[in-house]
Structure formats: structure tokens, C-alpha cells
């Protein structure tokens, strides 16, 4: 194992010399983008379960307030929290996943992100355990980032490593797909369980549901994840002897620049994710006084706009090449962030799901490339590292404090249109270091190194 060798950019497009693992069969790629996909969604699953939860029924639970709105803000900081844990998290799954393989990092984060998902499902709430009870569901909060932090470079990883050179980006956008099914799935056991307990049923013990539910899906994701081998790729790396001891200190020596502009190209898919699948719930039944089970259902609705864009954007990236139709994308953030708020305040279902419609487009523009994009801007030995540590970036940047931002920007000047504006600076800062970002840097060492 060499622990100081550097891959240059010289040393990248020099073909390989050694035989390697054989190349993956189409059977191989199916079971991969089968286990990154389901993984992937039940993941998100876990996650997007507590932004429900945030919006819903976790003031009362464990921030008591005279105040809805007060309690509302103090549900989404733990919202927020796990974001914090979300880098340390990629930094830990990118450091040992460049050295032990991206598949048993993966069966680790799965461990760790189901478990704090149970753990919440059991937790007593303030009025039984008192100061005890936020301070605990902060904690398993940072724990459910943390697994979460270093799933998607390890999903993306396996799915893009495994494809056809002109397939990249439709395989990455495979556990792509998973964020808006784990926004659909979740939405529809909160649907299902409002449906079907009395509200006080729901408060008292229903709204655990969800949560405990996840123990089946965690063993089925294992499961699927235990039958992949690692990623060809990798597997050449340590036969060459490429792996880094530190690749970490590597990843910020000689590929820093990168890594800070992709991942702030990257904060504004995130933001408009958990604006649209967390703030827009408590928005839309605080502000605009509509039913739960209308915004829920709307929610939903866009879940399914966006996995069907999703696709469209991977397959226009795989035609058009990736950063075209990511700088699209970003374009159009920036012109539909006033409509978005300009239909939903209207307070009409149909014209609030053209509103998700127009930004999810805009989002799927830029996540359908992200995963091919962003894994390509790495060589193998420091490409967990560096998707991973870009995709933390903004998600921090624009993930898990938008719905924080927007709901005090609300609080603050009683209007939609500071939150637009907010919308529109992440499109503008997603254009402004897209740009710049060269790409396709490692092209030819991805090839050589298959």
C-alpha cells in the first residue's frame, strides 16, 4: 500500500499495466444499481421521516411553546442539526471508504443511519423525561447525519463506477432516484397513519410508527447491499497499490479548488429539496391554512415530478454532456424562484404542484449530472473522498438550514418574497461556480483504471 504516491493528472491518462478485476456483466450492474437505488431511498426514507415529523409534531412533543411558531423553529434546528453531522459524516465514510471499499462503508452508514432512525421511534417525550427528551433526539439527529453524510458518495460511487462510459450520469442518477422515493414513501406512512388514528392517538404514539418501520427496511437494504461486490474500480486501485493512507490530506493538497467549487455548485439542489419536501408542509398548513393531508398529498405529487425529471436530466446529460444541462438547471432556479412562491401562495393545490413542478425541473436539471459530474472531477484513489466531501459542502451551504432560513425570513417580514430571493442567490451561486469548475479532468484514468 503506498502511502505518499500522488495521481497526477499525467499519471491518470497513462493506460494501466495491470489486468485487474474483469469487467462488470450486465447481471452485475443491475444487482449494483438495485442495491444503490434501494438503499439509497430508504436512507432518505429515514431522513425525510423526521423533517415530516419536524413540521408536524415534534414542537409539542419535545419543545413545548405558547408559541407554534417558536416550537416550529426549534423542530427544524434539530432538522438543521443533522446537516452539521452530514460533513463529518462524508469526511469519515470518504477517508476509510478510499481504503477499505465503498461497499462495506456503505453496509456501515446503512447500520448507523437505522438505528438512530429506530432509536427516535422510541424516545420519550418532554413531558416524561423532561430537558432529557430534545437533548436525546438532538443527539440521534447527529447520529442520523452522520450515516447519511457518508451514504451518497458510496451510492453514487458504486452506481457510476459500474456503468458504460456514455451511462454515467443515468447510473448516478439511480440512488438519485432515491431522494424523491424516500420522500414519497415517507409521506405516505404519515398519510396512512393520520388517516387511520385519532389525532390524540396520533400524538400519543402514532407518529412513532414511521420511525420503527424502518428496522424492516434497513434489513432489506442490507440485504441487497451484502450480494453487490465493490466497485471494479476500486478494487483496481488496490491492485495497483494506489490506495492513500490519508487521502483526505491528498484530496485537499491537490484537488482543494474543486472540491470547494463543486460543492457550492451544489448547494442549491439540496436547498430547493428540503424547501419544497419539509418548510412547504409547515408552511402550507401554518400559512396558508391548509389541511395536512392536502400538503402531504402535494408533496407527494411533486416526489413523483421529480423522479420522473430526475431521469429526463441524467439521460439529457448523457447526451449533451453533463455541465450544459447542470448550468440549465441552475438558469432556471434562478428565473422560477418567484414563481414558485407566486403560485403556492395562491393557496390552490393545482397551482402550488405547478410551482413544485417548475423547481423540481430546475432541481432534477442539475442532480440528474451531479453524481457523474462530481465523481468525475476525482481520481479513483480520492474519489470517495472527494464526492463526498463536495456533496457536504452543499448540502450544509443549502440543504439543511433552508427550511430554517425560510421560516425565520417568514417570521421576520411576514412575506414570501425574502425567501424567493433566497432561492434566487442559490441559483446564482450555483451558476457562478459551475462555471469555472473544469471537468472531465480524470476521464481517462476512469477508462484506464476499468
Do not use: C
Not at 70 to 90: E, K, Y
Not at 133 to 161: C, K, S, Y
Request: aromatic share 12%; no cysteine.
Amino acid at each position: 500500500m503506498s502511502s505518499n504516491s500522488t495521481l497526477t493528472t499525467d499519471d491518470a491518462s497513462r493506460p494501466s499495466q495491470h489486468a485487474g478485476a474483469p469487467a462488470p456483466t450486465p447481471a452485475d450492474q443491475r444487482r449494483v444499481l438495485g442495491a444503490s437505488f434501494a438503499g439509497t431511498a430508504i436512507e432518505w426514507y429515514d431522513f425525510f421521516i423526521y423533517g415530516s415529523a419536524a413540521a408536524l409534531i415534534f414542537g409539542p412533543q419535545f419543545f413545548p411553546s405558547e408559541d407554534p411558531i417558536t416550537g416550529t423553529l426549534s423542530a427544524f434546528a434539530t432538522f438543521a442539526v443533522g446537516f452539521i453531522a452530514r460533513p463529518i459524516g462524508g469526511l469519515l465514510a470518504g477517508h476509510f471508504g478510499d481504503q477499505i471499499g465503498r461497499k462495506k462503508m456503505l453496509l456501515i452508514t446503512m447500520l448507523v443511519m437505522g438505528g438512530a432512525t429506530v432509536g427516535i421511534g422510541l424516545l420519550p417525550n418532554f413531558a416524561t423525561i423532561g430537558i432529557w427528551a430534545p437533548i436525546l433526539l438532538v443527539t440521534l439527529r447527529f447520529i442520523q447525519g452522520l450515516g447519511v453524510g457518508g451514504e451518497w458518495g458510496g451510492a453514487v460511487l458504486m452506481a457510476v463506477e459500474y456503468a458504460p462510459r456514455n451511462r454515467r450520469a443515468l447510473f448516478g442518477a439511480f440512488p438519485q432516484m432515491g431522494l424523491p422515493v424516500g420522500i414519497i414513501v415517507s409521506n405516505l406512512v404519515f398519510i396512512t397513519v393520520t388517516a387511520t388514528l385519532a389525532p390524540e392517538a396520533f400524538q400519543d404514539w402514532g407518529w412513532r410508527v414511521p420511525f420503527l418501520l424502518s428496522a424492516l427496511l434497513i434489513i432489506m437494504a442490507l440485504y441487497l447491499r451484502f450480494r453487490v461486490e465493490d466497485s471494479p474500480v476500486f478494487q483496481r486501485t488496490q491492485e495497483q497499490e494506489e490506495v492513500q493512507r490519508f487521502p483526505l490530506g491528498e484530496l485537499l493538497r491537490h484537488h482543494g479548488g474543486s472540491t470547494l467549487l463543486a460543492g457550492l455548485a451544489s448547494a442549491a439542489s439540496p436547498a430547493i429539496g428540503y424547501l419544497y419536501s419539509v418548510y412547504m408542509l409547515a408552511y402550507g398548513t401554518e400559512a396558508l391554512g391548509l389541511p395536512q393531508p392536502t400538503m402531504l398529498w402535494l408533496i407527494v405529487g411533486g416526489a413523483v415530478i421529480h423522479l420522473v425529471t430526475v431521469i429526463l436530466g441524467a439521460l439529457l446529460a448523457d447526451r449533451f454532456q453533463q455541465k450544459p444541462v447542470f448550468v440549465i438547471g441552475a438558469a432556471l432556479v434562478v428565473v422560477g424562484a418567484f414563481p414558485l412562491f407566486w403560485l403556492v401562495d395562491t393557496a390552490q393545490p393545482v397551482l402550488i404542484l405547478l410551482g413544485f413542478a417548475i423547481v423540481l425541473l430546475a432541481q432534477s436539471l442539475m442532480a440528474g449530472p451531479q453524481a457523474a459530474l462530481v465523481a468525475e472531477l476525482f481520481p479513483a484513489n480520492l474519489r470517495y473522498s472527494g464526492a463526498s466531501t463536495a456533496y457536504q459542502i452543499g448540502s450544509i451551504v443549502g440543504g439543511g438550514f433552508a427550511p430554517l432560513i425560510a421560516t425565520s425570513l417568514y417570521a421576520a417580514f411576514g412575506a414570501s418574497w425574502p425567501i424567493s430571493l433566497y432561492v434566487l442567490a442559490l441559483g446564482v451561486l450555483a451558476l457562478v461556480t459551475i462555471l469555472p469548475l473544469r471537468t472531465g479532468r480524470f476521464d481517462a484514468s476512469w477508462e484506464s483504471s476499468r
